[in-house]
């Protein structure tokens, strides 16, 4: 799986968006970006997916280079309640035994302040 | 109401005992996965199962153990537990060719 970059930490003020990086310049061509959060101790929640194309659902977008090689979400008007630890995640679809699963990396740590 | 659960929530254990945390989801996933996360860390996938029947390593796979016997459970065992295993530890699942991943609510473990 390819291995992503982010970065430690964030900030962003409440109300504005907040706007996450994601270097995965070893992706390959079978390989989503996931995006996932964790608020304090809870279990990951699922954000967004994508493949090449940019998508958008009810929690946020995602922006993925023409090339792949990296990509940012946004959360179009940040709250108190979006302080969380992001992870990206480059997903294998198919083709290996390595199909599917989600290895996390560091994360970053956003903090929406008020 | 549908969705993944693990038990203990909580557990302290003493070094060299045997324990088993639970995982079951009634989702019908046929992909399940436990992770290890320690303080200031991500999580780390220790084991995984793309089916009932069949597992793999994650990982972190040394001193733990998985099987999956059918489709809704997954169990982790500590054959003799270290304090190195001190930990919270997830279970998650996911159905094939699908996007998102459910996780449980996690298990605190404390080896001592």
């Known amino acids: 799986d390819a291995k992503t970059t982010q970065p430690p930490s964030m900030d962003c003020a409440e109300g504005r968006a907040a706007n996450l990086p994601c270097n995965h310049s070893?992706?390959?061509?079978?390989?989503?970006v996931y995006w996932y959060r964790q608020i304090h101790s809870q279990g990951p929640q699922y954000i967004i997916h994508?493949?090449?194309n940019n998508e958008t659902n009810e929690m946020a977008s995602l922006i993925i280079t023409e090339d792949r090689k990296s990509s940012t979400l946004i959360l179009p008007h940040a709250t108190l309640r979006d302080t969380a630890v992001y992870y990206c995640?480059?997903?294998?679809?198919?083709?290996?035994?390595?199909?599917?699963?989600?290895?996390f990396g560091q994360g970053t740590t956003l903090q929406v302040k008020p | 109401i549908a969705g993944i659960t693990q038990a203990p929530t909580s557990q302290i254990l003493a070094a060299g005992r045997r324990m088993t945390l639970r995982c079951t989801q009634d989702?019908?996933?046929?992909?399940m996965y436990w992770y290890r996360q320690d303080l200031g860390l991500g999580l780390r996938l220790i084991h995984y199962?793309?089916?009932?029947?069949?597992?793999g390593k994650g990982e972190v796979p040394d001193g733990y153990s998985v099987s999956r016997a059918n489709t809704d459970d997954f169990p982790l065992t500590l054959a003799s537990a270290v304090p190195s295993q001190t930990s919270v530890y997830f279970c998650?699942?996911?159905?094939?060719?699908?996007?998102?991943?459910?996780f449980g609510q996690g298990t605190r473990l404390t080896v001592v």
């Open positions: 989702m019908r996933h046929n992909a």
């Open positions: 199962s793309n089916t009932a029947g069949t597992t």
């Open positions: 998650a699942s996911k159905k094939t060719g699908g996007a998102e991943a459910f």
């Open positions: 995640i480059a997903v294998m679809t198919h083709g290996s035994s390595n199909t599917g699963k989600l290895i």
């Open positions: 070893t992706i390959s061509g079978n390989e989503y």
């Open positions: 994508g493949l090449k």
